[in-house]
T-cell receptor, first 109, second 113 residues
Framework: DAKTTQPPSMDCAEGRAANLPCNHS???????VYWYRQIHSQGPQYIIH???NNETNEMASLIITEDRKSSTLILPHATLRDTAVYYC??????????FGKGTRLHILP | NAGVTQTPKFQVLKTGQSMTLQCAQD?????MYWYRQDPGMGLRLIYY???????DKGEVPNGYNVSRLNKREFSLRLESAAPSQTSVYFC????????????FGNGTRLTVT
C-alpha cells in the first residue's frame, strides 16, 4: 500500500492559492517527499521534492512539518491549467516507488 | 534530449496474444520502472529495476515479465494477454538516489479484446 494519504478531490478558485495536503506518518529519516501531477492521461510530471526544509521552485512551494509526518503543496496562483491529479509519494530506501490515488484538483473559473 | 521513450503508443491485442512494450531512456539513469494505470485510478507499480542486471516485483507483477536489456532499455512482456490487462502503461526512470525525481514516458495504451 501507498505510504501516503491524500484527500480524493479538492476545489480551488482560479487565482487563489491551492493548498494540497498529504500525510506520510511512517516516513523514515532519509526519505524524501515528492509531488507529481498528471494532466489528463499524460505521463506524470515532476513538481517538487524535499527532505525536511521548505522548498520553492517556479511551479510550487512545499511545506513539510517539523515532525515530517505531513506536507502541503502550494500552487500560489492557481489557473485552469493546474486542473490535474496530484500525487504525493515517499521514496523508499529499496527504490520501490509506490503511488497512491492522488488528489483530483478542480480549478473553478 | 528525448528523455524516456515508449513504443508503441497504441496497441490492440486479442486474448492470448503476446507482446513486448519497449522503454528506453537517454539520461544515464540507473533505475527504471513500469507502471499501469486503469481508467480513473492511480498508478500501480508492476516491476522495477534498480540497476542494470536486477529486477524486482512491484505491486501487481502477475501476468508480466521484464528484461533490463542494458542500462538504457527496460522492456515489459505480456506472454498471454487478458482483458484485465487493458490499461495505460507508463515507463519511468531516475537516478538511484532518494534525491532524484522520476521521469515518465508518454505511455502505451493497450486494449485486450
Amino acid at each position: 500500500d501507498a505510504k501516503t494519504t491524500q484527500p480524493p478531490s479538492m476545489d480551488c478558485a482560479e487565482g487563489r492559492a491551492a493548498n494540497l495536503p498529504c500525510n506520510h506518518s511512517t516516513i523514515s529519516g532519509n526519505e524524501y517527499v515528492y509531488w507529481y501531477r498528471q494532466i489528463h492521461s499524460q505521463g506524470p510530471q515532476y513538481i517538487i521534492h524535499g527532505l525536511k526544509n521548505n522548498e520553492t521552485n517556479e511551479m510550487a512551494s512545499l511545506i513539510i512539518t517539523e515532525d515530517r509526518k505531513s506536507s502541503t503543496l502550494i500552487l500560489p496562483h492557481a489557473t485552469l491549467r493546474d486542473t490535474a491529479v496530484y500525487y504525493c509519494i515517499v521514496r523508499f530506501r529499496d527504490d520501490k516507488i509506490i503511488f497512491g490515488k492522488g488528489t483530483r484538483l478542480h480549478i473553478l473559473p | 534530449n528525448a528523455g524516456v521513450t515508449q513504443t508503441p503508443k497504441f496497441q490492440v491485442l486479442k486474448t492470448g496474444q503476446s507482446m513486448t512494450l519497449q522503454c528506453a531512456q537517454d539520461m544515464n539513469h540507473n533505475s527504471m520502472y513500469w507502471y499501469r494505470q486503469d481508467p480513473g485510478m492511480g498508478l500501480r507499480l508492476i516491476y522495477y529495476s534498480a540497476s542494470e542486471g536486477t529486477t524486482d516485483k512491484g505491486e501487481v507483477p502477475n501476468g508480466y515479465n521484464v528484461s533490463r536489456l542494458n542500462k538504457r532499455e527496460f522492456s515489459l512482456r505480456l506472454e498471454s494477454a487478458a482483458p484485465s490487462q487493458t490499461s495505460v502503461y507508463f515507463c519511468a526512470s531516475s537516478d538511484r538516489s532518494y534525491n532524484s525525481p522520476l521521469h515518465f514516458g508518454n505511455g502505451t495504451r493497450l486494449t485486450v479484446t
